[in-house]
């Protein structure tokens, strides 16, 4: 959709494949209006975002995505039930303007985040694949934080598995031998550390959990993010209502990661006009 925006893009600054000038690149050639670059846990590549687009017809808007630990349903139960078992969910910000303190929260999470890989490949030697650390960072590209996907293409790379999908499934999700869970942050935590740095702290890919995005906003989220390749049509009618009645600004975007079963930049995307909202938000 020409003149639109994705919202939600990763490059290899976490856990993407492209770099974040290549993201631009991809972006201003579909004829995106707005970007948003969201690193896991890193604005490391915001800045090389920016400059690119100063060559290209492309708006980016500065973001990040934290995972924040919550209560959530277990399977099978009431999609709209928020109080039921401990989980993750992820939350955008977007449009920091001082980052000193997000950084301070940011190098801690990225801190844990190399502790767990460590927790994991001992768990991986345990269970007599003897994946070194050097495999993983093998794997990291331009980024310098190692999380599950790295393993996952280690494993790959490796021989132990035949896909990253596979490497996950039997190794890397909670239940599976090679799981670690991640430090816990906070949703309250999360979203205030976001306010502080003057970003808009948005609910990312909430999917049908719609007694927890109204905590959420009791806790001062600002957005939901609508669109996404995971939600109906259905689910994403409902969100948008969930928006409007809450004053939420909505927002969208592909999830972007380079990976196989991604959509290509520029298929998955939202109302321009919802990025000039966040924007003047900002």
Not at 15 to 23: C, E, H, I, K
Not at 34 to 61: F, K, N, P, Q, T
């Amino acid at each position: 959709m020409r003149g639109a925006a994705d919202l939600h893009l990763h490059s290899s600054e976490s856990d993407g494949r492209s770099t974040p000038g290549a993201l631009v690149d991809a972006a201003a050639d579909a004829g995106l209006r707005y970007m948003a670059l969201c690193d896991h846990d890193s604005v490391g590549g915001v800045e090389r975002a920016l400059r690119r687009a100063r060559s290209r017809d492309v708006c980016v808007i500065p973001g990040v995505e934290l995972g924040v630990h919550v209560t959530l349903p277990r399977a099978g139960g009431d999609p709209t039930d928020s109080r039921l078992a401990a989980g993750e969910v992820h939350l955008l910000g977007y449009g920091m303007r001082d980052m000193v303190e997000l950084e301070d929260l940011l190098e801690d999470m990225r801190r844990s985040r190399v502790h767990r890989i460590d927790a994991i490949l001992e768990n991986l030697s345990g269970e007599g694949i003897d994946l070194t650390e050097e495999d993983v960072r093998g794997q990291l590209g331009a980024s310098s934080v190692p999380g599950r996907p790295h393993v996952a293409r280690a494993l790959v790379a490796r021989g132990c598995c035949r896909t990253e999908a596979e490497a996950f499934s039997r190794w890397l999700v909670p239940g599976r031998p090679g799981y670690i869970p991640r430090k816990k942050l906070s949703l309250e935590r999360g979203i205030a550390a976001v306010r502080r740095a003057g970003g808009v702290p948005v609910f990312a890919h909430p999917g049908q959990m719609y007694s927890l995005l109204e905590d959420a906003v009791r806790l001062g989220v600002r957005g939901v993010e609508v669109v996404h390749p995971d939600h109906s049509c259905a689910v994403m009618s409902r969100l948008l209502r969930f928006a409007r009645e809450h004053d939420l600004l909505p927002t969208g975007g592909s999830d972007f990661h380079g990976r196989p079963s991604d959509p290509a930049v520029g298929e998955v995307t939202a109302p321009a006009a919802w990025a000039e909202a966040l924007l003047a938000e900002i």
